[in-house]
């Protein structure tokens, strides 16, 4: 039996889970382009590079860590033929009635608000960018947890800018905002 220490460093899951990211090919700055393109309509200052460090932040949440890491352990495993049918087959054929990669992703997409969710809805209906490449099962992998997930990063980055604008015009000062920020990402 194997033993397993009781405490997990937080930022070794953190980096756990980016590194997830980063050997299925989604990049940071692809996560980001979504945001942009999701708030710059309401936002005529925003930058990429606060979009990017949105995507950063979201991915310091604990929530969003681990279902990286359960949904890309089984999108791999569906790749091996290592899960058991008739999971096996629901997994590695994102069937459209599955829903449980939704249900991991949407449960990660309640940390920002009711703009998340209804942005993760949207980016999982439209499949914008990286997302649409994942869903698109070229390349042999199987992606049926990651787009849902990446979607799910997307919505939390966009909700996320859009609460710290508000914070913003509400007058609120830099200290205020990221103490707001500090309480949310856990």
Do not use: W
Request: aromatic share 6%; glycine share 8%.
């Amino acid at each position: 039996m194997t033993t397993y220490s009781n405490h997990i460093r937080s930022k070794e899951v953190e980096n756990a889970a980016r590194e997830c990211l980063e050997k299925r090919g989604v990049s940071i700055s692809s996560i980001a382009e979504i945001v942009y393109q999701m708030q710059k309509p309401y936002n005529e200052s925003l930058t990429f590079e606060y979009c990017v460090e949105s995507v950063n932040r979201v991915l310091e949440k604990r929530e969003i860590q681990h279902a990286l890491l359960v949904g890309v352990e089984l999108d791999q495993l569906a790749e091996k033929g290592q899960l058991s049918e008739p999971l096996q087959s629901l997994v590695a054929q994102d069937e459209g009635l599955f829903g449980v990669d939704e249900t991991i992703a949407f449960g990660a997409a309640l940390g920002y608000g009711s703009i998340s969710v209804t942005t993760f809805g949207h980016l999982d209906k439209e499949k914008i960018g990286i997302i649409k490449q994942l869903d698109s099962k070229e390349g042999g992998q199987c992606h049926t947890f990651l787009d849902d997930i990446v979607g799910s990063i997307a919505a939390n980055a966009s909700s996320r800018i859009a609460h710290r604008l508000r914070d913003v015009e509400d007058g609120l000062s830099e200290h205020e905002i990221e103490l707001r920020d500090q309480e949310e990402r856990y």
